[in-house]
């Protein structure tokens, strides 16, 4: 099969890893349904060839179902979900509420599980494709990050889960997980909720106001806001693509700099070294390597 000229939705593609991954898919070949929630973002969309602009929040059933009867329209079926719609919240987790929490979880979980039912049917009669957006902090943890990083690793167990139910119908499930890239990642999060981060926890008796004055310290140097020290989302795109395109695609794509795939390897290691320690029978540190050396994706 030509998974190049296969159609592929993608979420979140207004602006960012979205974006760049719709123009790069677009450009390669794959008929690309772009899902977008402003109408202005919709009609940027005119001018390439290949894209179809889909008016989609992905929080909003009547949204996702929308969207599934024009790529039904469409009639070439759907061979590819790439779910990049995301978000970010900071605050320290204790003193948020459950509705903080939710506001993230409903985009970047709950919103790529209303896509990925959506268009479940689309996807097992294309044997198709899911590449579910993570981060590297769907495996670290970063204080008064608490939402986003509890969301990106429900997103890990979420693939996760969804890789085993899914392979025996043919379809693959891909995580890519991005370090540090520049996208309006940190303009969208302050835009929406920006202004109760300062009342409630600075211009509060909140415990942790002088950690979140430093957070937002941070985010007001030069650049830091357009994250513009960081590289545009090139790779990100690239191994979206690979995801969608390659034979035999990994299960996870790390696309990080050595410095934050270390953190990532680190938290890792951390974990094993405290679950090994409660074992009853600790491995030694040789039986440790020589069952990391057996362990090996499943083909
Ligand atoms: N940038 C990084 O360094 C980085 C690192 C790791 C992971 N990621 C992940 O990459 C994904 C894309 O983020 P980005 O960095 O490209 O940031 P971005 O530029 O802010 O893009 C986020 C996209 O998600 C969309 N979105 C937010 N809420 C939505 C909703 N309810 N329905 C539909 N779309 C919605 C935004 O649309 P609007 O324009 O309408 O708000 C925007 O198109 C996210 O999952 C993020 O967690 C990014």
Redesign the pocket.
Known sequence: MDRKSQPVLV?????????ATAERLASSGHPVFA????EE?LGAFGHLPNVVPLK????RNEDAERAVAKIREHGRGLFGLVN?????NAGPIAEMTVEDLHDVMD??LD?AHRMVHSVFPLLRAARGRVVN?????GFLVEPMMGPYNIS?HAVEGYSDVLREELAPLGIRVVTVS????R???FE?GLRRFGGTIRTRWVESDSVYREQVLQLLRYLEQPGVRS?AQ?PP?TAVAAAIEEALDADAPRNRYLVATSEEADLVFDRIFLLVHELNDSRADPLTPEALVERLTKARPRA
């Not at 979420?11 to 974006?19: H, P």
């Not at 899902?35 to 402003?38: Q, T």
């Not at 990049?84 to 970010?88: E, F, K, T, Y």
């Not at 957006?133 to 902090?137: C, T, V």
């Open positions: 979420t979140g593609a207004s602006s960012g890893i979205g974006r899902g977008a929630r402003r973002d989609l929040d992905v929080t990049c719609a995301g978000l970010g985009v970047n919103g957006i993570s981060s590297i902090g990106k991005p370090g540090s890239f996208t309006n990642i969208n994250r960081y989302p």
